[in-house]
Structure formats: C-alpha cells, structure tokens
C-alpha cells in the first residue's frame, strides 16, 4: 500500500528527518512512537506532501508521490487527521461533514446519515458549530471528515492530545472497527501508549529523526515494556 524509502526532510537548513524506509501494508495500522521533537509530525507532512522531501520516496500503491501536492494525494486515496484538529469552527457540525463528502460528490442526507453511523455522538450536534464543542468532540469531527471522502490511507497525528479519556476510548474502537471492516491503513502517531498499542498492529519507535527498533507484537500489550524501548511513560 505505501512504501517510503530513504526520506529526509528538514526545514530550511535544519534537517529533521534521516533515511526513513518503512514499508505499510493494505488493512495494516502502524503505530510510530516517540517524544515532541523526534520528526513524527513532520515525517506525516512528508507523506501527505504538506512537505517536500530532501531525498527519497513515497509510493502510493506502486504510484510515486514523492512530488505530488496533497489534493493529488487525496484524490488517489489518502486522508490526514493534523495535531490540532483544524476543523471549519465558524460551520455547523453538518456543513464541516459535508465539506468532507464534496470529494465523494455524494453530499445527500443518506450519504451523511451512513457516515453517523460509526459516529452517532455526533448526532445530537449536527446543529451546532464546530467551534462550540470539546476537544474531544471535535476530533470525533476531525477524524468523521476525513472518513467522509471514503480513504484508504489514514495519516493521525497525536489524535488523543487534550481528549477526555471516554472519547479517547471511542476513537480506538472506531478505529480498529473501520480497519477490520473496511481494510482501511492506519498510520498513527502517538505519546498515549495505551491507545497506540490498541489501534496499531506494528509500532515502530522514532528517535532524532530516524526510525529506530519495531516494538515486538507480544509487548505492546506492556506498557512497562514499551516505556523502556521509548522513554514515553503510560
């Protein structure tokens, strides 16, 4: 599904980002763990192409979007959920999903109602305006939008940040829920260890740029154990 090999990326003459090769599969989510700083936001701008790459690639499918814009990108499948939400706060709940069904051109009361119903605490809100509700209401938003144009490839940054620990929860089961019934890929980066080692399949650590050990399946379950490979405490 997609394939990065050898990227770097940095800000000017900073470098941030140092030969990063992963390889996702269709259906897979992928958790990448580490501290603020590390390049993990900035290796998800990298893959939506908010940011151009100093070196290597990323194949969508066998496709190479390493130069694509991010409207190519999402036309070929991919959506990203930023730090931070970015939701339409001055729109109503209901015209911030719509926005998100244009890419569908499927924009009817039938289409947003199939789209409720992995998110029916949005419901009751369709009225009100994005601005208006909490932080964890408007990630569930976030996170609906980017559904609503019916991706392949999810791109979450630090979706738990600031969010009461009952949505928390919801997100995670609406996550491995889409995954297993749709064989949507994930890629999630994360601080929450609990909710990281939830949603992901595989976990991979970034330190300084650069993609350290794959936290083995059978410890993501031992939050003890995945603070000694991270130094991030549950």
Known sequence: MLNVTGLSAGYGAIPVLHQISMTIE???SLGILGHNGMGKTTFLRCLIGAL????GSVLLEGR???RMAPH???RLGMAYVPQGREIFATLSVRDNLRMGLVKTHQ???AELDALLVDFPRLVPLLDRVGGSLSGGEQQLLALARALAGKPRVLLLDEPTE????????E???TLTSLRDRLGLTIVLVEQNLD???TVSQRVLVIKRGRLGEEIPREHLSDLAVMSEYTGVHA
Do not use: N
């Open 26 to 28: 269709s259906g897979e």
């Open 52 to 55: 151009k790459p100093t070196a």
């Open 64 to 66: 190479d979007v390493t």
């Open 72 to 74: 190519g990108r999402a």
């Open 107 to 109: 924009t009817t009361a």
């Open 162 to 169: 600031g969010i009461q620990p009952s949505i928390i929860d």
């Open 171 to 173: 997100i995670a089961e």
């Open 195 to 197: 909710f990281i080692a």
